[in-house]
């Protein structure tokens, strides 16, 4: 038997009863066991407690109460969603030890629909960041050539599912952080709506933007993901009271007379031209199969970055302030005065990364800057969403690059915030405005890395995005791309 790549796959073989869980649990922890030293993608393996829940999902499935196409399948976890009796670190020093006393939703959810949970996938410290390089336990490598960053902050949840590590993750996106790692590795990457997928027990970074999703080898396996997840939760008043639909059921692959929008200002410049072709080239196969193509306008985008780098600065520097050093995270030695505690803990504990994410959030929030930073990027925000919502009237959904490049080699950007910040800038409107988006494989550059296509729509109208994915992927099928051997 060959190791299942899709939920497809192994929910097949559990159902033929050609595989039982705990065979494809063993098969994925030996798999990591041998692979990950070369692209450090987990941060804990949970080999004990992997095989335990294959044995019940394995009991339960032989005494006829099969839960669906999640049950006895191995998957990761960001190691952002806090899960009780293993460590959740969040990428960070500050956290390396914190085991939180409950299960955030999204774990509990996959655990209650049977899913094998292998293990917590590496991130960027508290998940800020592009490329997987300020994460704490080391940096993740990108499956189809190491030397280069598999995308960030969800750089581990990318990478193992493209390494088949895990048959599918799931990571967060709040300035891109699904879709950006998704599209530099070639799987795809999906943002939920804001408020679709319950954020409790997720570790907040910027609240008003964080969402959690799939990431996945197909757009099926996505769709099964999401409707596992999303949902209401009394715990997150933020989740709307809308049920989770049955996605994976009701995919479509007709999708004549769809009309799909390409804003004129995400071909930014800068991009790189082997992008800027093969995304071209995904709009054209649109067109081919049926759908409309609208030129729009968005024109505030220009403003979305800059607008991103005070809102989710901001919501971070008040989220972080609980970590002092006197609960639940790092704490500092001999600490002399309690100012000299929380000075030392925060100093220690952080890495620079999200120490500048602070000072720049505090600034923006201080009193005689409020109205200058915080208050304007607000009102921007809403002319981000105004701009979309009008385009919501001639189109019905919008197509673009997920990223303006592919892999950057690891250390390429390190030195430069700015640089790193501008790879977000295609994902980063859809946050702003709370819009699904997904990032699906779209071709290869000449290097062979990896190209994404950003396909976004209207709030809590994930079905559409998914089919016009769908349509794409069944017609293109770039995942069957063969990636060269880890090394
Ligand atoms: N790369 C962006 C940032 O650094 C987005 C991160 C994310 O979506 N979590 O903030």
Redesign the pocket.
């Known amino acids: 038997m060959s190791i299942p790549r899709t939920i497809k796959e192994a929910a097949a073989l559990i159902e033929k009863r050609e595989a039982s869980p705990v065979e494809l649990t063993e098969l994925f922890l030996e798999r990591i066991s041998s692979e990950d030293g070369k692209i450090n993608s987990y941060i804990t393996v949970w080999e004990e407690s992997a095989l335990e829940a294959a044995r019940k999902a394995e009991k339960e499935i032989s005494e006829g109460n099969y839960l669906g196409p999640l049950h006895g399948v191995p998957i990761a976890l960001k190691d952002i969603f806090v899960t009780k009796d293993s460590r959740t670190t969040c990428g960070s020093k500050m956290l390396r030890d914190f085991v939180a006393p409950y299960n955030s939703t999204v774990a509990e959810k996959l655990i209650a629909g049977g899913s094998v949970v292998l293990g917590k996938n590496n991130m ?1 410290e508290f ?4 490329s997987n390089e300020t994460s704490y336990f080391g940096p993740v490598r990108n499956p189809w050539d190491t030397d280069r960053v598999p995308g ?3 750089g581990g949840s990318a990478a193992a599912t493209t390494a088949n590590l895990c048959v599918a993750s799931v990571g ?7 879709r ?1 790692p998704a599209s530099l590795c070639g799987v795809v990457g999906m943002k939920p709506t804001y408020g679709r997928v319950s954020r409790y027990g997720m570790i907040a ?1 910027a609240s008003s ?2 969402q959690a999703g799939p990431l996945a080898k197909i757009v099926e396996d996505a769709a099964i993901i999401l409707s596992s997840i999303a949902g209401h939760d009394p715990m997150d008043s933020t989740s709307v009271n809308l049920p989770a639909a049955d996605y994976a059921g009701a995919l479509s692959a007709d999708i004549k007379g769809l009309r799909v929008g390409i804003p004129k200002e995400y071909f930014v410049s800068g991009m790189d031209p082997e992008v800027e072709k093969s995304v071209r080239e995904a709009i054209a196969e649109l067109e081919t199969l049926g759908a409309e193509i609208v030129e729009i306008s968005l024109p505030h985008s220009r403003y979305a970055v800059s607008t ?1 780098y005070i809102i ?1 600065p901001s919501e971070a520097s008040s989220n972080l302030a609980r970590y002092d050093g006197v609960r639940y995270t790092y704490r500092c030695e001999d600490a002399e005065t309690l100012r000299d505690l929380f000075f030392r803990s925060r100093s220690e504990g952080f890495g620079d990364e999200v120490k500048r994410r602070i000072m720049l959030g505090t600034y923006a929030l201080s009193t005689g800057y409020y109205d200058a930073y915080y208050l304007k990027a607000q009102q921007v925000r809403t002319l981000i969403i105004r701009d979309f919502d009008s385009a919501w009237e001639k189109v019905d959904v919008i197509a673009s690059a997920t990223s303006p490049e592919t892999a950057f080699r690891i250390g390429e950007k390190t030195d430069d915030p700015l640089k ?2 501008l ?2 800038i295609l994902t ?1 409107p859809c ?1 702003i405005a709370g819009l699904p988006g997904i990032s699906i494989p779209c071709g290869f550059s000449s290097e062979k890395l990896p190209i994404g296509l950003q396909i976004m729509g209207k709030p809590f109208d994930e079905q559409t995005v998914l089919n016009v994915a769908y349509a794409y992927e069944q017609s293109t099928k770039w995942y069957e791309e063969e990636m060269p051997p880890l090394g």
């Open positions: 960027d998940a800020m960041g592009s960030g902050s969800s967060t996106d709040t300035g891109g952080s699904i950006q970074f933007l964080d991103y989710a790193m910040y790879s977000d980063i946050n």
